[in-house]
């Protein structure tokens, strides 16, 4: 248990370990997602759309790992067996990472900015839907990851991959303005990104909530399995 | 204790390690020579459990492949230059990590790093670090949890010779306390000063094994007599030996010197001075590597 938490805080330290990143999160979060907020209140009366397009956004970029950046960077200068040799497997330990570094960024970035923008819960069943989100994040960045490699780490995997995913996600539209597309925001397979917890944040039920476990279960288990059979390319790579 | 039986990989069409047998006792160094692309690394990382392959491997009694996690405890290994430490944090941090995840005592960083000369360096973010610095605090992580089986993959790769001197006096010093040590390198005077017995690969097989002392005696011309005139020497005087200078050559050779020395003195002029050495170490290894 010391050596999962030991993980988890890394993953929390790293977040933040270049004061560019803070700088970045909060003056570039606060700016994008205050600007979206006050062009979807003009575009729709609902009073959710506004609060669904600030903590869509926010909970997205908070949960987006950079686990693809990583991954190719450790396989192409070798240092991923080094990795690969401790004692926790691979896959834990990025999991665990990204479950630190995705707490950092919700609980001192985005959770502050959605309140300072005025974004009020109506419940508190978002809660459990963040931490599917950033298990979604790990599961995304790490298939992300494993495709980079796959594809013999070109750059601009990581841009493909936010960009799909702020589109596909309800980060980009909010769930609530979505028309004919509210459901899959809410309930489809990348829904746990953003549109489900700004769903739950807005007053959305508990179902929203089984279904993206669901969803997260797979892609998690997706990843994981991935991983699992990348492993003697990782382990062989190197110097 | 390692002890490795029959081990081969491949990589597609192109084999690594062919049936490699070896093994090496607690308190014992075992050094892996051989050229580039000879299989070293790759050895390591089998017996590390990053890679798999086939054959039977035991590192502490464990199978690496099979029981990875209880195996990797045992273990301490080190990638030349490919750290496990992660650059934006300071390196206390990642030792700390480290110390989790082998339930290693954490005071340990502080003592190891002190006998390496880098504890001042524990606050320093790992990516300002020079390689010195990083390699010891490498070592720190690898020694923490005090593994009876260290494997390292050239440690010394790049290093100045202070720090080198100092890196070998701490491995020595585990290996008096019981540990087993696979090491690969290409500084054969390092090799020479840690290794009990060496083993040569050569395309994944093994080439040759033995103590350096075999080794010598297989390879031939263990020895040289360097000869230096007090003038210049005449080719004829010199025929087909390896001439130094105008006015020396040397003789490599095996065996009694007596004889050699005896046969040499009469077809030398008067007043030659001669030095009989033992043979460079790569000089008498190299060709053992690609014959």
Redesign the interface.
Known sequence: M??W???FR?GA??RF??GSEWFGALAAGGLISAITASVWHAASPDPRVATQAVLGWLVAASVAGRTDEWLATRWT???L?????????LGVQLLLRDLGRAATGLATVSLPLALVLGARPDGVLFLPALLLAAVCGHAFGLLSGIATIGLGAPAGTTWVRSSLLALLSGAAVPPAAGGPFEGFFVYGPFGALAGAPAALFTGAGLGVLGVQFAWVLLWLATAHAALSGLR?RL??T?? | MIEVAGLSRRFGDRVALSRVDLRVEAGAVVAVLGANGAGKSTLVKCLAGVLVGSGTVRVAGLDPWSQRAAAALRLGVMFAHRGSLWPDLSAAEGLRLSAALYRADRARIEVLADRLGVADRLGALVRTLSLGERVRLELVGALLHRPPVLLFDEPTLGLDPAIRTVVRRVLREAVEDGAALLLTSHDLGEVAQLADRVVVLRDGVVATAGTLAELRARAGGARRIVVTAPGPLDDAVVGADRRLGSDSFELAFDGPSGPVVGALLARLPGGCDLAIRESPLDEVLAPLYSR
Do not use: E, I, K, Y
């Open positions: 010391n050596a938490f030991s993980l890394h330290l790293t370990a270049r200068d070798g240092g067996a080094a990795d690969l040799a401790r004692p926790v497997s003697d382990g062989a190197g110097p």
